[in-house]
């Protein structure tokens, strides 16, 4: 539509005004034209993951914000902190795609991050490792599906003493401790 405002308002302003984009929408490629020509970009996730780095573009009488439908999407899921569907850009990796959705979360398997994509009229499984991804520039595609395993949830170096102890519990267990040690802790 069509909005008169005070003319400090940005386009990212005005985007809220409008009532913000809808799912069809891109939120990475939204131009600002001024008299036929591209003036700007407005790229929303850069906002969210660097808003220190976001320059404001500031409109002028006549201009236009265009947001034309997205490109193409991955969807994430598992051990991230914002899992979700991401809009991508061309040329995007899987670590852009991790920044997108606010990294790993503790319990992230940085060795395991399984991701199935469409190649030759068929899907296709990998899984890599996160040193793997930031050394060689995975890149994703348009319906990709990433997920991020969680690390096992059995705890090593530690046992459980029960019975006719004082103390019955859990113990902590090093490489060459004796069994008669961890009865006499308890």
Do not use: C, M, W
């Amino acid at each position: 539509g069509t909005y008169s405002v005070p003319s400090i308002n940005s386009a990212f302003n005005i985007l809220s005004l409008a009532g913000g984009v809808n799912k069809l929408g891109t939120l990475i490629d939204i131009e600002i034209i001024r008299n036929g020509e591209q003036v700007a970009t407005l790229d929303v996730y850069q906002f969210l993951t660097n808003p220190k780095k976001f320059t404001h573009t500031y409109l002028q009488d006549g201009d236009f914000i265009v947001v034309r439908p997205a490109a193409g999407y991955v969807n994430v899921t598992g051990e991230v902190i914002r899992p979700s569907k991401y809009e991508i850009k061309e040329g995007e990796s899987l670590i852009d795609v991790l920044k997108f959705a606010g990294d790993l979360t503790p319990y992230a398997d940085k060795e395991t991050i399984n991701i199935t994509q469409i190649k030759n009229n068929a899907l296709q499984f990998s899984s890599l490792s996160l040193d793997f991804a930031k050394t060689n520039k995975v890149l994703v595609h348009f319906g990709d599906k990433i997920n991020v395993q969680r690390i096992q949830s059995l705890i090593h170096n530690i046992v459980e003493i029960k019975g006719s102890v004082n103390v019955p519990g859990f113990y902590k267990f090093n490489k060459g401790d004796k069994i008669l040690t961890l009865i006499n802790s308890a």
